[in-house]
């Protein structure tokens, strides 16, 4: 069964501070691996898309990487800003081997609050 | 560019009523996706649209129900509305279908509560 599995549930960090959010996934045949962000009440929002040839990805302060390998993701976020403050989702995209094209499973997110 | 649109944004409803949410997708994008999110769920995929076919579907009961216009705008219905429906319900758009190596969009989402 494809899964994703994220950790920590939850993280408060002191602005200006650095942090690493995890993603592990079980899914399979796999395809690509985005991480989202969500501010409270709003749409997700999109971070960084990677396949599985691409090891590192940036987008601003953040820093997504990637080991196919071990199936396993990070986020770092740099120099942590109250804005942060959001759910974070790990988002895993397996091949559709039977039509109907690929099928993106999800993670539960993580709940990063950044404080004063 | 326009973003994602969902109609209405928020909703009241009672127990047994039927609903129909609305969403516009980004222009020139023809994969259109529903989810359900509520608290300590996360997303749950509903369906997905490609080009007014549906491509995909998750493990939702009958009562929910889309469908796609030749325009991309896509419709989802939930019929007989129980208590457990209440949620956020996104909408997101892509280029391709969702699960391809293209960035995905969402709307803002109907906040639905069912009394």
């Known amino acids: 069964k494809n899964q994703v599995e994220q950790s920590p549930q939850s993280l408060i960090i002191l602005e200006g501070k650095n942090c690493t959010l995890q993603?592990?996934?079980?899914?399979?045949?796999?395809?690509?691996l985005r991480w989202y962000k969500q501010d409270t009440g709003r749409g997700p929002v999109s971070l960084t898309i990677?396949?599985?040839?691409?090891n590192t990805k940036s987008n601003g302060r953040y820093t997504a990487t990637l080991d196919a390998d071990t199936k396993q993701s990070s986020l770092h976020i740099t120099a942590s800003q109250l804005s942060d403050s959001a759910s974070y989702i790990c988002?895993?995209?397996?091949?559709?081997?039977?039509?109907?094209?690929?099928?993106?499973?999800f993670g539960t997110g993580t709940q990063l609050k950044v404080e004063l | 560019k326009a973003g994602v649109t969902q109609t209405p944004r928020y909703l009241i409803k009672t127990r047994g009523q039927q609903v129909t949410l609305s969403c516009s997708p980004i222009?020139?994008?023809?994969?259109v996706s529903w989810y359900q999110q509520t608290p300590g769920q996360g997303l749950q995929f509903l369906f997905e649209?490609?080009?007014?076919?549906?491509?995909n579907k998750g493990n939702f009961p009958g009562r929910f129900s889309g469908r796609q216009f030749s325009n991309s705008r896509s419709e989802m219905n939930v019929s007989t509305l129980e208590l457990g429906d209440s949620a956020l319900y996104l909408c997101?758009?892509?280029?391709?279908?969702?699960?391809?190596?293209?960035?995905?969009?969402f709307g803002p989402g109907t906040r639905l509560t069912v009394l």
């Open positions: 990677m396949t599985f040839s691409e």
């Open positions: 649209y490609f080009s007014e076919t549906q491509r």
């Open positions: 222009s020139g994008h023809r994969s």
């Open positions: 993603c592990n996934y079980t899914v399979s045949p796999f395809s690509n």
């Open positions: 988002v895993v995209s397996a091949v559709g081997l039977t039509g109907g094209g690929n099928k993106l499973t």
């Open positions: 997101a758009s892509s280029f391709r279908t969702s699960g391809m190596y293209n960035e995905q969009f």
